[in-house]
């Protein structure tokens, strides 16, 4: 037992060690592409040079302008006021309609029929409504992040178990109490997938928002970097937004397991 | 005699409710998005009428929808788009499911390759859109390769997957049979993967229809993104509405097909999903 747990844990760090190893390599071939000149240096900087680049853009060492760091919360606080605010009217109006088999018939087919619109075509209609303004993007971003959320708890409400539904009319449960104790908690592993997929979405066409916009974020700023030619900031721009995915992407999982540990065996 | 005509009499009724029923629950669907744009009909019309340049009813975007099928404009720039989709999606496809068919067979790979994967997974595929920009310029390369990028991912993340659930016992018989690892691919894992390949290749089709439209939204002088983008930034919101309701439906019919042809590969090659 004890040999075992040992083994099983020098097996991980073995893992652990030949994963780093691999994502250290693929650095050093692009070190070796950007350096030797293999790939033009206009569109592949080297690594130093990214580094340098995000390390004045953060104002790592105290020196640089910090620009970057202003463009990232920019960028993160338009994404999650997006994805809150899609949150919350997806989980409202999808509990609305998926609580009543009539209305789920009659509406969920046009629904469907919205769902693979892209988010970002909505851009045009929006800016021809609102006008260029940061009210706009936040609209087609929590607009766009909405549709998972609100197909998945309909999903989630139209999946109760029946017998569920005969315990709460015996109980003589109201509505907004089988909402509160039986929809939400059955909807809720949907609910939060859907989220998961919300916040990608919401990044993306918080994004391309600021790209057509021009409202200030890594969307714009790796834009304007692209323009001028200045490849070490734009990489270090779309190393950020990864990082971003990546945080929340992360953060997401580990609520989702917490929230969801009710359901485990 | 008189049996037969009490027995065909007795069955007739239902047939015929059943029949009613059938025909509402067909009408069913329509009649949401009938009643909202009969609403944003009258609405944009009274708007246009008080002299508003940002709204157009659906009648007059439809009408410009005619014209622009009538001067082949829309015809050329639904096949750029779908075209490029599909050349990226193709390429992306390749890719992923060849390097999600090796992780899948060697668990080692997998787990070396994972940090590097989960780094790179999460860059957002519309990031990539100004350096697409600096390397290839505009045009169908641009939107190739982020197409391709995006659909990449979904890809490997699902053939892995598929390929590790395949019956073990299959990869025991190639083994007894001596196959090379090339032929072990080709024989028994890819036959074996179909019906799950299908489920990520309508995925890849959804993602890679709202990229390559994105894309041109934002950047690509081409295709039906940027022919809406074009007519808004004309002052021309009829035909932006009538593209906006082309990009829906087109979006709507191909990812309607290619969930009909999932479930048909599904059914003949006899899935376990």
């Known amino acids: ?265 | 005699m008189t049996e037969h005509v009490v027995v065909v009499r007795a069955a007739a009724p239902p047939e015929a409710r059943r029949r009613t029923r059938g025909g509402l629950a067909l009408l069913r669907p329509w009649v949401v998005p009938g009643v909202l744009l009969g609403l944003y009909e009258a609405y944009a019309r009274r708007a246009v009428a008080l002299g508003s340049e940002a709204l157009a009813p659906p009648s007059a975007a439809l009408k410009a929808l005619a014209a622009a099928a009538t001067d082949g404009s829309l015809w050329q720039a639904t096949g750029f788009t779908l075209g490029t989709a599909a050349l990226g999606l193709l390429l992306g496809a390749v890719l992923g499911a060849s390097l999600g068919i090796t992780l899948g067979l060697s668990r080692r790979a997998a787990r070396l390759s994972m940090l590097s994967i989960e780094v790179l997974r999460p860059v957002p595929s519309v990031a990539l859109i100004p350096l697409a920009m600096l390397m290839f310029g505009f045009g169908l390369r641009m939107e190739l390769g982020i197409v391709a990028f995006a659909t990449f991912w979904p890809m490997l993340i699902l053939v892995q997957s598929a390929v590790q659930q395949v019956e073990p016992r299959l990869l025991e018989v190639s083994r007894v049979l001596g196959l090379s690892t090339r032929e072990r691919a080709w024989k028994i894992v890819l036959p074996a993967i179909v019906p799950r390949l299908f489920v990520a290749l309508r995925l890849g089709v959804a993602v890679a229809l709202v990229v390559a439209v994105t894309v041109e939204i934002a950047a690509n002088p081409n295709g039906m993104g940027y022919a809406m983008m074009i007519a808004q930034q004309s002052f021309d919101p009829a035909l932006m509405l009538g593209w906006l309701g082309w990009i829906g439906v087109v979006g709507f019919v191909i990812n309607g097909a290619m969930l009909r042809l999932q479930r048909v590969v599904a059914r003949r090659m006899g899935a376990v999903l």
């Open chain 1, 1 to 265: 037992m004890n040999r075992s747990s040992i083994e099983r844990s020098r097996e991980r760090l073995v893992d652990w060690l030949g994963s780093t190893a691999v994502l250290a390599a693929l650095v050093a071939l692009w070190w070796a592409a950007s350096s030797a000149g293999w790939v033009s240096r206009v569109f592949l900087p080297t690594p130093q040079a990214t580094l340098a680049s995000l390390a004045e853009g953060l104002n790592l060492s105290g020196s640089g302008n910090g620009e970057l760091l202003a463009f990232t919360l920019a960028t993160v606080s338009r994404m999650l006021l997006g994805w809150l605010l899609a949150s919350l009217f997806g989980v409202l109006l999808g509990a609305a309609i998926g609580v009543s088999p009539a209305v789920r018939a009659w509406v969920q087919p046009t629904l469907e029929f919205i769902r693979p619109l892209p988010a970002s075509a909505l851009l045009p209609l929006a800016i021809s409504i609102f006008g260029l303004n940061p009210a706009m993007v936040l609209f087609v971003v929590a607009f766009g992040a909405m549709w998972p959320v609100l197909l998945a708890t309909v999903h989630g409400f139209a999946a109760v178990e029946p017998r569920l539904a005969e315990v709460a009319r015996c109980l003589q449960m109201s509505r907004a109490a089988f909402v509160w104790k039986i929809g939400l908690p059955n909807a809720m592993p949907d609910i939060l997938a859907g989220m998961r997929l919300s916040m990608t979405i919401s990044l993306i066409v918080a994004v391309v928002g600021e790209m057509i916009a021009s409202q200030s974020g890594l969307g714009q700023a790796i834009l304007l970097a692209a323009r001028a030619f200045r490849a070490s900031e734009l990489f270090a721009g779309i190393a950020l937004l990864g990082l971003i995915g990546f945080t929340s992407n992360a953060l997401l999982t580990l609520a989702e397991k917490k929230l969801l540990r009710w359901q485990q065996p």
